[in-house]
């Protein structure tokens, strides 16, 4: 017998040992029959592994390949997953229908397209095309100047997106997403119809057709729906708990009279409610499936004891779940701090100098994240960071200044502070309807100089000969700027901030822009932020200049050696030697926004199981408010809820700045000749 294969009960060879490379919880999922199965797979269990060996021991008993399809939610955790039942089993897995649930819905519509009356060669649009074409039919159903302000054509994808995938009725989406538009339900019901019809008549489709037709063939066609079941003997599906309904019902609908399914998932870990995704899927998977099997994978190999101690405390405290218990294979490690810090800005220092301890005692950057709840409460930290030369990447989006929100807000301050900036200025006006790139250079020529504040404010409206839909919006932009422009606002910045947010900012952002509720709460942050600055002019130059300094490009060392930042959402799914989780007060985390307390605790047990070696939970005691009042911030209940025991608790009462430098040491530096050199009375 060759090395490596040894004979099966059934006569069968099978190259790879089971029994010696799977804990006994794994095996028994890889060796179970067939049927339904449900695979609770806790953080750090070795859910992808038990995924790949399931594979490997269905093609060694003698399933073809080609009948196998394995559902995720990437195409490169596929790639990696089918790459690695390639060498177990030393067969071509790309055999196996392989990838995310958009690409093989798009394999399997491409052989029935003309079912669904396409044709095979129908084309696919992204995100901006779809955009496009939403306001193309929006034009069609709409064609004269609303009466109403109208939701944009990238709202309009977003809530289609939402509606096609969670299977809601419309009036319900817009009842939690998009409120204000509540009235113009039947109208933007007649959008999406003649949305739909354009595809058709294009022979186009866009992501969310993908799955919608798959569907479709499942239901209204029987000679597809018995081709695709009697095709696929085996589906097995990884990050159940992140599925919409949608998905789950293409999973069910796919199922062969054997019904050989298998779903991989924790309840633990459904964090996605935001996006479509159904926690009753993975919940009620047994009631679906009467007689499915249910597994669970609770020995954790990543973190230490107390960690996972400290985890198992939290999640108990929901209702809603299938028990388990998180089992170390690891030995020793140092207790969770709660640290208690007095406020935001010491809660940045404090991490700070927590990573450079680290780093002094052989942690990579890289081996270290801060996690938090939104991404706005990120901001004191890149401000400290960059201030330190301690380089971070973003994981969870573009830098905080670099967001579009961020840069629509401080470009009425911008101009303001500087009226010969075009860029902020173009930027201000086009955010007003009927103001495109020609009628704002048209306002630019009238205005520009060192007097432009002035000169807008002064400009009757009749002499600019703008269109009845561009006049209302200018008379505001001037009430606007008259306000910013004043004394009181030019040293108040962050109210300067508020007054944009107020005046006009909140409602374009509702109507146009996704997570706008998020947006807003970060253009809070940031007018929080700016209460500390004396005025406009200081406090645009200091953001300025942080925003310059990237974290990326701070320090030396190797270039791909950062820290990484990221909201917990982000997060999922990656694992760090070190972890911070910041901002563990109540209405930041959980989220004052929250909808679903239970939700956002699973939230704060994905953020802790991150961690390998270390974790630190971080709560600030005080934070000032708007009106620049401090305010107590009680303690997460996440934090309140634990057992004394699990963590150890620690204070900083006081902030300890750096030394100031008083002397200026000799420099090497020598002023170009070409500069004209002061004489010794200007210098003295």
Known sequence: MSKGLRKTGDGGRRRVRYEEELNQ??????????G??????????????TLVYRTSRLIEDGVPPGKIML?????KAAREMMGRVQQLVELASTRITGGTFHSAGHRIIRRYAELLGYTPRFSILDREDATDLMGVALADISPDVPARRLPRPRLLVDLYSFVINTGHELGEVLGERAPQFLDEGDLIADVFKRYLERKRNADLMDFDDLLLNWLLLLSRFPRARAELREHFDHILVDEYQDTNRLQADIVDGMLGPDRNVMVVGDDAQSIYAFRGADFDNILGFPERHPDCRVFRLETNYRSVPPILELANSSIVHNIRQFQKTLRPDRNGGEQPLEVAVPTPEIQASHV????????????DLE?????????????DLQVELTRRNIPYRVRSGLRFFEHRHIKDALAHLRFVDNPRDEIAFARLIKLRDGFGPRLAARVWDRISGADGVRRLLSLEIDSLGLPRAARAPFIQLQELMADIAAPKLLGQPGEAIRRVVESYYETWARAHLENSGARLEDLEQLALFADGYPDVNTFLSEITLLNDLS???AAAGPPDEMVTLSTVHQAKGIEWRAVFVIWLA?????????????????LFYVAVTRARDRLSLIRPQIARDRYRVDTILDPSRFLSELPPEVRQLVAITEDQPPDGIDTLPA????LPSFLDNPTDDEVN
């Not at 919880?25 to 067939?34: A, D, I, R, S």
């Not at 199965?37 to 992808?48: P, R, Y």
């Not at 559902?71 to 195409?75: A, C, V």
């Open 551 to 553: 974290g990326e490009d």
């Open 71 to 75: 559902l995720t939610f990437t195409n």
């Open 36 to 49: 339904p199965m449900l695979a609770l797979a806790g953080a750090g269990t070795g859910k992808t592994r």
């Open 25 to 34: 919880q794994q095996l028994e999922v890889v060796m179970h029959p067939g």
């Open 367 to 379: 081996d270290i994240a801060v996690l938090y709840r939104n991404h706005a409460h990120s901001l």
């Open 352 to 363: 700070a100098e927590q990573l450079l301890h680290l780093h002094e005692e052989g942690f």
């Open 667 to 670: 420099g090497r530096y020598t």
């Open 586 to 602: 109540e209405g930041r985390f959980p989220s004052f926004r929250m909808d679903d307390e239970e939700e956002e605790r699973r």
